[in-house]
């Protein structure tokens, strides 16, 4: 089977729940294509359903080395590492991330989880409040996340 082909099965067993198939068709790619970025994306999101942390997040910093510019893979790749037990890891990645990071409402909220499972309340206060002010989606969000509990109220 073709890199094509195989990388719209991998697409496939993704869109079927199947994460597993999608990583056992991603490993028939031949080794120079399994580098490319569709590939690991695609890995990456399989990694990520299957909660294959450790390695997602090699993934993922992969990704970033590709492709800098990226925000969503530094958003990744911090998610990923914190959900290792990381998360000094997690806020130093994702503080190396693009500046247009900075303008991401997903970032502060991100930062605001990962500063205060680390202690830092009043920095992870202030980014909490910076994402509810960019999007007050993340006030209800929040209120349910573990990472966040006992934070109380940032507005």
């Not at 198939?21 to 490993?27: I, V």
């Not at 790619?29 to 999101?45: I, S, V, W």
């Not at 990704?63 to 990923?80: G, H, I, M, S, T």
């Not at 502060?108 to 980014?127: D, F």
């Amino acid at each position: 089977m073709g890199v094509t082909k195989t990388l719209q099965a991998a697409t496939g067993w993704l869109e079927l729940g199947i994460a597993d198939e999608a990583l056992t068709e991603l490993e028939m790619l031949p080794t120079d294509a399994r580098t490319q970025r569709e590939a690991l994306e695609l890995k990456l999101a399989a990694q990520m359903v299957i909660q294959s942390w450790n390695s997602a997040s090699d993934t993922a910093r992969l990704l970033c080395l590709k492709a800098a510019d990226e925000p969503v893979f530094f958003l990744r790749a911090a998610f990923c590492l914190h959900e290792t037990g990381d998360t000094l890891a997690a806020c130093n990645w994702l503080l190396r991330g693009p500046k247009t990071l900075f303008d991401m409402a997903i970032f502060h909220y991100n930062l605001a989880c990962y500063l205060w499972t680390l202690g830092e309340a009043n920095r992870a206060r202030s980014h909490l409040k910076q994402a509810i002010t960019m999007d007050e989606s993340f006030l209800e969000a929040a209120r349910d996340d573990r990472d966040l509990a006992g934070i109380g109220p940032v507005l």
